[in-house]
């Protein structure tokens, strides 16, 4: 991902870029049908629940997953580095440990997350790129799953695995699975980005596709109207 700035460019331009980067991205376009986890609580009525993922540049994880029933809040930001309120610009240098994280919370009465991170693998991104995803490059793009309880890591252990064995994706799996520290949200251009941009390049030839995936391959978990971050600021500690 690269930071937005206002860039006024001919269609023709733009209309270049998006055929060169659809070409260049078609295959993992895709996205992968996934089964669910066999190892997953069930839905229940405990209250909001929290799950704090990171797959890339987050402006498309964030879209994603504002569009999956029984969640009530996504906001994007960073977590996984020592740095105390990092910026984007601390964490693209790609020294503060820190990766493009979102926070979810969701309904557990609703969405299990286990089911999430169905989403997560399915079309939020591919766990098979080390330390990248697509254009972009750099461990503040990897793939981490950042567990809350141990419940959660139980899963999410257990679900790997259960991909692994099936064979689920051409190449391993090289998701971690980190216990959370802390998360800290993103500057708030960041918030909202696809909901904000639809027609960015950026948004277009990488993250569109995944809402078009998350209604094709999970249906039953797609709904239109994506949930908004909230206009107050979100820059604290979380």
């Known amino acids: 991902m690269r930071v ?9 331009v733009v209309a270049a870029a998006t055929a060169l980067f659809q070409a260049v991205t078609r295959a993992r376009d895709a996205g992968v ?3 669910a986890p066999v190892v997953d609580p069930a839905p229940n009525a405990g209250g909001p629940q929290t799950a704090v993922l990171a797959g890339g540049c987050f402006w498309g994880i964030q879209g994603v997953f504002q569009h999956v029933k029984g969640v009530t809040q996504v906001i994007s930001g960073y ?3 020592a740095k105390v309120n990092p910026t984007y610009d601390d964490v693209s240098t790609e020294t503060t440990g820190h990766a493009e994280t979102v926070k979810i919370t969701y309904d557990p009465a609703t969405v299990s997350y286990g089911t ?4 997560f693998f399915s079309v939020g991104h591919d766990p098979t790129q080390l330390n990248r995803q697509g254009p972009d490059t750099g461990t503040s793009y990897r793939s981490n799953i950042f567990y809350t309880t141990d419940a959660q890591k139980a899963v999410a252990d257990a679900y790997i695995a259960q991909l692994t064995k099936a064979a689920a994706f051409p190449r391993p799996i090289v998701t971690r699975v980190d216990k959370f520290t802390a998360f800290y949200p993103a500057e ?9 941009h639809p027609t960015y390049p950026y948004i ?3 993250d569109l596709p995944k809402i078009a995936n998350l209604k094709r391959l999970l249906p039953a978990l797609y709904r239109d109207a994506p949930v908004r971050v909230s206009g ?4 604290r500690r979380q």
């Open 232 to 235: 107050a600021s979100t820059r």
């Open 79 to 81: 977590a996984g580095g």
């Open 33 to 35: 049908a996934v089964p």
């Open 188 to 196: 708030d251009y960041h918030q909202d980005f696809l909901i904000l």
């Open 4 to 12: 937005f700035r206002p860039i006024v460019v001919t269609f023709v």
């Open 204 to 206: 277009v030839v990488n």
């Open 116 to 119: 999430l991170l169905q989403v």
